[in-house]
């Protein structure tokens, strides 16, 4: 059955603060013919559409949704418009690719500023405010591993400006969190309500002339062509743009693990609470465990945090949570143990979604023409500010525009198959579960191995 507008609101705090009507658009009832027809309504879906419109106004695209756009990740993350990708240190350290890899660093930095920029322009009042993100040292190998990663970026030429290390008083003057042995400020991110951004976007690109067919799943993709419950789209090109969901269309199972993050949002907090926590500049925060936790002081004066949850046997997916969902008190008591004042008051939200992870671990945008397939996505967990410059590159791509961004590198081959079940189970699972005993360890003083790179791309959010 499908889903009310009322029930929309359910999913998620962002969801539930949204204004305006969740009324779903009308789904698609006939076969149409579009230029490019787009699978997913998420930030992917919406960006590729709004710079395909923005650089060609004359170019037919659709948009078909399962459900109703900013449904997915995009609607219930945590607002972390960050300038980084998932994967993205191993092509760094590659000295080979050492200058695209800078390219591309420097372009995800760029993207923070270019989802503000739109969101000016085009009216989206999703509270977009660029306080970086302060990465805390909560433990002495957390120290060791903010220092060493300060030492990268410097390494590979990024400045201060960029990022850098805090002592523990300038810390505190942004972050003042229980546990603070200095920390990591990344210039580039901004806090966002990313609900309001993801609607907002849908808004925009409808204004820009595509169509958005809500609640209707793409039940497979046949050769240059959509096949929905109500009808076919077909298209020159077709662009999956489903992240985590991708497991929903036929033949797709095995293309994307969805992990799932957790997350809650406390009461609006007073202002002698903030004194005592900080965030004065909506600063986003979090410490680098394995795990990743992640943080922002909402518009509304909240906070709201989250961390890795579940993986679902079958990489099965859920979209709603009961409030008593085990990790919700895990979320919680690692939230108290940056701000304990937070005890004393309520926490009135708990949701979580799914994101979507390569057996790479690497995200990818790409486009085969001959086949008139294109996609973008697996970020990983990181995926607020990467899904705009995919977007952006994907359009370049499907217009042969000769751009920067076709260049960049992570345009490229679909992605590799995960293993049948029970191995992704097992192999997921068992990670997972390594990760969170490690994290303990070193929160209690602990040395434990530090893996830096792909293996533990898993833990993020
Ligand atoms: C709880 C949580 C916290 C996160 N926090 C952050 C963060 O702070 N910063 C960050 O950078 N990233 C974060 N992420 C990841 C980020 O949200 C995602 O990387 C990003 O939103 C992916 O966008 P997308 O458009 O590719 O996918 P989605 O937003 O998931 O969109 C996919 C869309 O496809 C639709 N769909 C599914 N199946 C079908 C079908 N068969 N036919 C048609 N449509 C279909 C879905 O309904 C959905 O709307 C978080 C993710 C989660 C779940």
Known sequence: MAMTADEYRTLSFWHATLPGSLEPRPPLRRDEQVDVAIVGAGYTGLWTAYYLKSLSPGIRVAIVEAEIAGFGASGRNGGWCLGTLAGSERILSDPARRDPARRLQRALFDTVDEVGRVCAQERIECHWTKGGYVCVATAEAHREQILHD??????????????????????????????????L?????????????????????????VAIYEQTPALALEPRCVRTPGGRLRADTVVCATEAYSRTIAGQVRRLVPMHSMMIATEPLPEAAWKEIGLASRETFGDPRRIVVYGQRTADDRIAFGTRGPYFYGSGIRDRFDPGFAFFARVRRTLESFFPIVRDFEV??????????????????????????????????????????????????????????????????????????????IGVGGLLRIGLALDAAELAGRRTPRLRGALWRIFVH
Do not use: K, M, Q
């Open 150 to 183: 300060v030492e990268t970026w410097r390494a590979l030429g990024f400045g201060e400006d960029d990022a850098r290390w805090l002592t523990p008083e300038e810390c505190s003057a942004r972050v003042r969190c229980e546990r603070n042995l200095g920390g």
């Open 185 to 209: 400020l990344l210039a580039h991110c901004a806090a966002i309500h990313p609900a309001r951004l993801a609607r907002g976007l849908a808004d925009a690109v409808e204004r820009l002339g």
């Open 348 to 425: 009135t939200h708990r949701w979580g979604g799914p994101l979507g992870v390569p057996r790479d671990w690497r995200p990818s945008v790409g486009l085969d023409r001959s086949r008139g397939v294109g996609w973008a996505g697996g970020y990983v967990g990181e995926g607020v500010a990467a899904s705009n410059l995919a977007g952006r590159t994907l359009a370049d791509l499907i217009l042969a525009r000769e751009s920067e961004l076709v260049r960049l590198p992570f345009v490229g081959p679909p992605f590799p198959s995960w293993e049948p079940e029970p191995l992704r189970w």
